[in-house]
C-alpha cells in the first residue's frame, strides 16, 4: 500500500511540475517606437492574440534590438546624440523589461547584433560607414569604449555573424557591397577575409542578409530593387557566391528601381528625387524550419513570401500582403506560426498567421502600439 501510495504520490508530483512549467511557458515581443523613444511589449498568445504589458522608456530615435543567446537581456540602440546602446533585463514570467544599464556607442547605428557566444555587440553605421564590436560582461553590460571601429563602404546598413560564430558579413548599401570578416570569438576582433569584399551587381542596395540554419547559405536583401540573392557560404573559408537571384515585388507592381534615400558625394550630389514609386525593401527574415522567407517594402507597404528550397539555397516568389504603412521591421515567433509586422506611419502592428503549407499569410488582428515603431524583436520562453 505504501509503494502504490508512493507511486501516486509521485505522479502527482510530476504532473505538478509539468503544469507549472506550462503555466510559466510564454512569447514576449518588444516593439521600439522611435518618436516616443520607449519600447513596446506584449505577451503573444497561442492564439496570435497580443496582450499590451508596460512600456519601458529608452530614448528618441530609439530603433535597432537584439535579444542575447540566453535570452536574459534586451539590447536597444537609439540614433539621437549622445549613441547609445539601452540594456535591459528581460523577466521571463511577466516579460517585463528593467533597465539595467546605458553605454555609449562610437556612431549612429541602424543595425545592431550579437555574436553567439553574447559576449560581444556588433553595430554598423549608415551614416558613419563604419562597423564597431564592443565587449559585453557576464552580467549583460556593454563596455563603454569599443574594442574597434572599423571603416567599411559607404551606408553600412547591417552586421550578423554567421551561425559557426566564425565569419561576419556587413553589406555596404552605397557601396554595393559585403564586406568580408573573419572573426575571433575569444578576443572579439574582426579581421578582413580575403578577398575582403563580395561585389553585388550595381545601384541594387544590399541591405539585410539572413543566414540559413544549416550555415550554407546567405539570403542578401537590396533595398533598391526589393530582389534577394542567394549566396552560398563556405564554412571553412567564409566567403560568398552567388547561387541565384529572385525579385520579391509582385508582379502587376507599378513600383520601379529606387536609389540611396541619402545623398551622396557631398555638394555635387544630385538634388533631392521623387521617391513615391520607388521599390524601397527594408527587412527579411526566415522560418525556423527554413522552409519560407518573407520580405517587407516600404513604398508599397506590402509583406512578400519566398518559398525557399533547403538543398540549394534557390527562392521562388509565392504571394504579396499589404501590411502597416511603411513597415520597416517584423519578426516571426520562433515556432514560426505567426508573423508581427510594424509601420513606421502606422500607429499599429499587425499579427498574421503563418500557413505551414503554403507560406500565405492570413491577417489576424491589428494592436495599437507607439509612433515610429520600425523593430520587432521576440523571446519565447518554453
Do not use: C
Not at 535597432?64 to 535591459?88: E, G, I, N, Q, T
Not at 565587449?135 to 559607404?154: C, F, K, M, N, T
Amino acid at each position: 500500500m505504501n509503494r502504490l501510495a508512493a507511486l501516486i504520490g509521485g505522479i502527482v508530483v510530476a504532473v505538478l511540475a509539468s503544469m507549472a512549467g506550462t503555466a510559466h511557458a510564454a512569447t514576449f515581443v518588444y516593439v521600439s517606437n522611435a518618436d516616443d523613444g520607449d519600447i513596446g511589449m506584449y505577451r503573444l498568445l497561442d492564439s496570435g492574440e497580443l496582450q499590451p504589458g508596460a512600456r519601458a522608456k529608452a530614448a528618441t530615435v530609439v530603433m535597432p534590438m537584439a535579444v542575447s543567446p540566453d535570452r536574459r537581456f534586451l539590447y536597444a540602440a537609439s540614433r539621437s546624440k549622445p549613441f547609445s546602446v539601452h540594456v535591459y533585463t528581460i523577466d521571463r514570467n511577466s516579460g517585463a523589461l528593467t533597465l539595467l544599464a546605458s553605454s555609449p556607442l562610437a556612431e549612429s547605428f541602424p543595425y545592431i547584433s550579437l555574436d553567439r557566444t553574447g559576449r560581444f555587440l556588433f553595430g554598423a553605421s549608415y551614416g558613419g560607414n563604419v562597423v564597431s564590436v564592443n565587449a559585453v560582461g557576464s552580467d549583460g553590460r556593454v563596455s563603454a569604449e569599443p574594442l574597434q571601429v572599423i571603416p567599411v563602404g559607404r551606408n553600412a546598413h547591417s552586421i550578423r555573424v554567421d551561425e559557426s560564430n566564425k565569419f561576419v558579413f556587413v553589406p555596404s548599401l552605397g557601396s554595393d557591397a559585403v564586406f568580408q570578416f573573419t572573426f575571433d570569438a575569444k578576443t572579439g576582433k574582426l579581421a578582413s577575409n580575403t578577398p575582403a569584399v563580395y561585389l553585388a551587381k550595381e545601384v541594387t542596395g544590399p541591405r539585410h542578409f539572413v543566414t540559413s540554419g544549416d550555415n550554407r547559405f546567405v539570403y542578401l536583401l537590396s533595398e533598391m530593387v526589393g530582389t534577394v540573392t542567394t549566396l552560398a557560404l563556405d564554412g571553412t573559408t567564409g566567403l560568398l557566391t552567388p547561387v541565384s537571384t529572385v525579385s520579391g515585388i509582385a508582379p502587376d507592381s507599378k513600383l520601379g528601381p529606387g536609389m540611396p534615400r541619402v545623398a551622396i558625394g557631398g555638394p555635387n550630389a544630385p538634388a533631392p528625387r521623387n521617391t513615391d514609386n520607388d521599390i524601397w525593401a527594408a527587412d527579411l527574415h526566415l522560418t525556423p524550419n527554413g522552409k519560407f522567407l518573407y520580405v517587407s517594402e516600404r513604398t508599397g507597404d506590402t509583406l512578400n513570401a519566398f518559398g525557399v528550397d533547403g538543398a540549394n539555397g534557390k527562392l521562388t516568389y509565392l504571394s504579396s500582403a499589404r501590411t502597416e504603412r511603411q513597415p520597416r521591421g517584423f519578426a516571426i515567433d520562433p515556432k514560426g506560426r505567426f508573423l508581427i509586422a510594424t509601420g513606421e506611419k502606422s500607429e499599429t502592428i499587425s499579427v498574421y498567421a503563418i500557413d505551414q503549407a503554403s507560406g500565405a499569410l492570413k491577417f489576424l488582428n491589428k494592436y495599437p502600439t507607439g509612433k515610429g515603431a520600425n523593430w520587432v524583436e521576440m523571446v519565447s520562453f518554453d
